[in-house]
């Protein structure tokens, strides 16, 4: 049976003590599964992420982590921070967030090298990853010569390398153009195969189809609506429709703009 890694109890937070991000929210995770958070703008889904990274703490409720309660004093223990960071990485919706230094390659290893991962393992680290994500051209490049797709891989490169049991995903996919899109996601589900938990927070329903083995659905409430299957969530389209989630489609046909929701009948199957 799987184990919980992540439970939230009745979470509630806000930004400044005035601006309501999440309003009593229970989640539990389970080791090795993939996790997909779906909502419109506003309704919480970054700041769940970051709750879960221990970048930010509740209001009231509880989030625990192994059993172990994620609260500011928790993290001012160096050995449980050391251990926290080695095992849970997060790339953030906004790379230019976890972009710093003055090129891509000390960007990718500067996570490594503060949790004090020797040279040589990180060297042959940067040389796998900078392969499988196509960087080793970019490398040498500053973050502020690189497109937004390219940023977001060097983003998701610094992540990876650490080599993390839980990986917590803002995002991931948004500004890749179509073909480094699958080739993420067919990365993301072999690091599933492998054991790692997935987080992943879309707008991308074809995401959630296919890189979930449960749904949660946040409403502009701020509060989960519904969680489940992908077959079951996606299939529901008043539940799509009422939180601003259905792909309306527009094409011209004999001189006439025609309009029409996408729909989400079966999610993909690896073969």
Known sequence: ???????LKNV?????????ALCGIDISIE?????????????GKSTLLHLLDGLIFPDSGSV???GSELTENAFNNEVFSM?????VGLVFQNPDVQLFCPSAREDIIFGPLQLGMAMNEIEIRLEEIAGVLDLKKLLDRAPHQLSIGEKRK???ASTLIIDPDILILDEPTAGLDPLTTRHIMDLFLKLNDSGKTLVISTHDLHIAEEISDIVFVFNQEKKIV???SALEILNDSRLLHDNNLIHIHTHMHEGKIHTHRHAHQSYHVKT
Do not use: D
């Open 226 to 228: 519904k969680y489940g």
């Open 64 to 66: 625990k982590f192994c």
């Open 154 to 156: 060097v983003a998701l």
């Open 12 to 20: 509630y937070f806000s930004y400044l003590g005035k601006f309501p």
């Open 1 to 7: 049976m799987n184990s919980i890694i992540f439970e």
């Open 83 to 87: 251990e926290f960071r080695k095992k």
């Open 31 to 43: 080791q090795g599964k993939k996790i997909a958070v779906i909502g419109a703008n506003g309704s």
